[in-house]
Every structure is written in structure tokens, then in C-alpha cells.
């Protein structure tokens, strides 16, 4: 008797969270969407940037850090909704902020790591200067570098996110089910998620950006001076809009450092809404327009920089 009732309750908590995966498929399929127009317009406005970005993109897919990476992040996605938090009810905003965190973080790294691969071993390996020999301009490879670190990124962001909106879904019912709350329904599930999707659009941009910046120090500098530089610009980047904000930067000299460091560094802080996206708060589309337009102009000025370094770089 009890197996037959507890069967449908079962059922029912199991549709709950699996009816507004729906909402998880549109998504991926727009991004892999977008980026597959993209590829095609590439290949008919520049056909050798699209060349060359689509070899950048399978040497970038075919390393084992891109497998690394996507395990790792899978197997805790996945871990993440039965970890305890102690947080009294609250367990589900603990799981959002680390989400969003742990999908940002992995691609950076993959972002940055690829950049570096691609571009610094292979004017030491002078790889690039084989390709130059070919009728390729120098900015034709540099955007077409950049291009293919990002098209992994994608992949990446739209496998995890797709099982983080996921796991989402799915806690709300196991939070209710473990505090013997009444069942949630599909409209709840659905709407956690939908909530979560402009803090994985602006961890995306944020790992963009500094995927500009890699390239651009990759066409200079070999692979171990862009990874310390990229991570002291990620901290920088974080902390520089705290540190003015805060009582120290009342003192001049700490003032100016900071307003300088705002000028010339990305400030990160603006992409990070992990706080917000957990405790609820909707993420205006004014707010998310105007931090892609910022993205868009930091990476349009991080490409010029590095043309300009590439410029006259010597490959022989």
C-alpha cells in the first residue's frame, strides 16, 4: 500500500523538475545556434579568418584539458545538489553562487590556457611564420586565433550549464522532499532556472574578456608570464572596484591607484552577480546590455593592442 502511494508522489516529484528541462534545450540550442551562424558568416565575409579559427578550435578541443576540465566540472555539477549547507532552508543559493563560480572559473582557465597554446608556442615553434608564409595578413590570424579560443569556451559553457540548470531544477524538489515540504511544482523549477541564465551570460563575457587579454599577451609573452598575468588581472579585476569603494580608498595615493587600475584593467566586478542571481534578485536586461557592450569595446580594444604587438613582432 505504501509502494502504491508512494509511487505516483514519486512520479509527480520526478516531472516536476524534468518538464522545464525544455527551457535548458532552447537555450543550448540557440547558443550552439548563434555560433554556428556565426562560423557560416565568418566562412563567407573572411574565409581564411574561419580557417584558421576552426583549427584553433579542434587543437583546442582535441587537448586533454578540455576533457579535464568539462569531467570536472560535470562531476561536481552533479555532486553540488546533495551537499549539505547547513544553511537552514537555503541550501539552493549556496548551490547557484558555487555553480556559477565553478562553470567561470573552468573556462577561464580554458580560455586562457588555449590562448596560450595556441598563439605563444606557436610563434616560438615558428608554426606561425609557416602560416605567414601563406597569403595570411597578421590580423587575419589574430582575429581568427581569438575566435577559435572562444569557440571552445562555448561548448563548454553550454554542456555545464545545461546540467547546472539542471541540477538546479532538480534541488528544488530534493530540498523539499528532505524538509518535507509540500511537492514543487514544474512553474518553480523552471522559474530557478530562468533566473540563473543572465549570471551564466555575464560569467561568459567575463571569461571573453580575458581571453582577449590573452591573446593579446600571448602574441609577446610565453605561456607561464600570460597565465601570472591573467591571474593577477583576474584578481585585480575583482578587487580594485572594493578596494576604492572601501575606507581605504579615502587615502589619495590608494584613490588613484585604483582609478588608474579601473582605467586600464577590465573591471570584472561588473560580471560577477553570483550574489545577487543566489539570493534572487533579477538581473535587468538594461544591466546585461550594457556589460555586453563593455565586453564588446574591452575586447575590440584588447585586439588592437594586439595587433599592434604582432605588428612588428619578429617570427624568424
Known amino acids: 500500500m505504501q509502494m502504491a502511494l508512494g509511487s505516483p508522489i514519486l512520479l509527480a516529484a520526478t516531472l516536476a523538475w524534468l518538464k522545464p528541462l525544455w527551457v535548458v534545450a ?22 581564411k579568418v574561419a580557417a ?4 584553433t578550435a579542434k587543437e583546442a578541443l582535441s587537448q586533454p584539458l578540455f576533457y579535464v576540465l568539462l569531467a570536472i566540472g560535470i562531476f561536481v555539477l552533479l555532486i553540488f545538489p546533495f551537499v549539505p549547507y547547513n ?25 586562457v590556457w588555449t590562448a596560450s597554446v595556441s598563439i605563444s608556442e606557436e610563434i616560438e615553434g615558428r608554426t ?68 540563473i ?5 555575464l560569467s561568459f563575457m567575463e571569461a571573453v574578456t580575458l581571453a582577449s587579454i590573452s591573446v593579446a599577451i600571448s602574441t609577446r609573452l610565453p605561456m607561464l608570464a600570460n597565465l601570472v598575468i591573467c591571474v593577477s588581472i583576474y584578481v585585480l579585476g575583482h578587487l ?62 584588447a585586439m588592437f593592442l594586439a595587433l599592434l604587438l604582432f605588428e612588428d613582432r619578429d617570427l624568424a
Open 26 to 47: 532552447l537555450a543550448a540550442g540557440l547558443a550552439m545556434g548563434a555560433m554556428l551562424v556565426i562560423f557560416v558568416g565568418l566562412r563567407v565575409l573572411t574565409p
Open 52 to 55: 584558421i579559427a576552426r583549427t
Open 87 to 111: 544553511t537552514f532552508g537555503e541550501d539552493i543559493k549556496m548551490l547557484k553562487a558555487e555553480g556559477l563560480t565553478l562553470i567561470k572559473i573552468l573556462a577561464i582557465i580554458l580560455a
Open 128 to 195: 606561425a611564420l609557416t602560416l605567414l608564409s601563406k597569403p595570411i595578413g597578421r590580423r587575419q590570424l589574430i582575429l581568427g586565433k581569438f575566435l577559435g579560443v572562444i569557440a571552445p569556451v562555448v561548448i563548454l559553457f553550454v554542456i555545464l550549464g545545461a546540467i547546472f540548470l539542471s541540477s538546479v531544477s532538480y534541488k528544488v524538489v530534493y530540498d523539499a522532499r528532505e524538509s518535507s515540504l509540500p511537492e514543487p511544482e514544474a512553474a518553480q523549477c523552471q522559474e530557478e532556472m530562468i533566473k
Open 197 to 201: 541564465m543572465p549570471g551564466l551570460a
Open 240 to 301: 580594485v572596484p572594493v578596494l576604492v569603494s572601501s575606507t581605504l580608498g579615502e587615502f589619495q595615493i590608494v584613490a588613484f591607484v585604483g582609478t588608474f587600475l579601473a582605467a586600464v584593467l577590465p573591471v570584472l566586478d561588473s560580471f560577477s552577480v553570483e550574489t545577487a542571481i543566489s539570493t534572487g534578485q533579477e538581473v535587468p536586461l538594461v544591466y546585461l546590455a550594457a556589460t555586453a557592450a563593455y565586453c564588446a569595446l574591452y575586447c575590440l580594444a
